[in-house]
């Protein structure tokens, strides 16, 4: 299957060289969305021959990244998009088996996940985004009965096809917090696989008021909420949800364990 690997990238200098040439080793269909990188790595990018760039002019945010590299896989004909970090979060040679799994044929999202399985070489996450995807990954399958373990991670493989009937917008981080209930909503197969937890920089930032973890909960929460409501408003008799905004504790979540 035409496959392209997806990768949004944001002042990514540092890593983008190295990541880049470990990924060409497994894929050659390589998509880099420079979402108005102000450093040097729009030249980085250009110096390539071996990668195809599309570029944001200013910042966009990484969910729209993500959305336009839909949209491109879409219009070139690409029926799976794998999307992955550039700053050594996501390991390229994981990237066979995610093409394993899309050789199966027996899914619609394939989805990395840092606690579906343990690692000794795992890192230890930041308290803070531990604790908010703990809480989310929790909400969301008691919502929607995902089974998930991890509902942040962005090592995915996504069929177009089905990705493009979505209709996804959210354009920021909070961008799981629509994908997972438009999945759930349009009953995509879904699967986990497990990639390692990797943190080489644990004091990197998400920028504005989303450094502050309690508005960051409280923004994905208000994601999750907006969904829910345009669900409910599509009335389908089939999915019957609760209100986001219940309680929920960390400690009972399948990724907590």
Known sequence: ?????????????????????QVTKYKTDVLVVDDGSTDDTPRILAARNDVRVLTHRPNQGYGKSLIDAFAYADAHGYEWVITMDCDEQ???????????????????????SRYLAKDATDDAAPADRRSINAKLTLKLNDLFDLNLTDAFCGYKAHRVSATMKLGLTEPGYAFPMQLWPRVAHDRLRLTEIPVRRIYNDPSRHFGGQLDDPDNRLAHYMQVLEREIATIAAEAAPELVVTSASDSCEPSSCCCSK
């Open 90 to 112: 996501h390991e390229p040679s994981r990237i066979p088996d995610f093409l394993r799994e899309i050789a199966t044929d027996r899914w619609d999202l394939v989805s990395g």
């Open 1 to 21: 299957m035409r496959t392209l690997i997806a990768i949004p990238v944001h002042n990514e200098q540092k890593y983008a060289n190295h990541v880049l040439d």
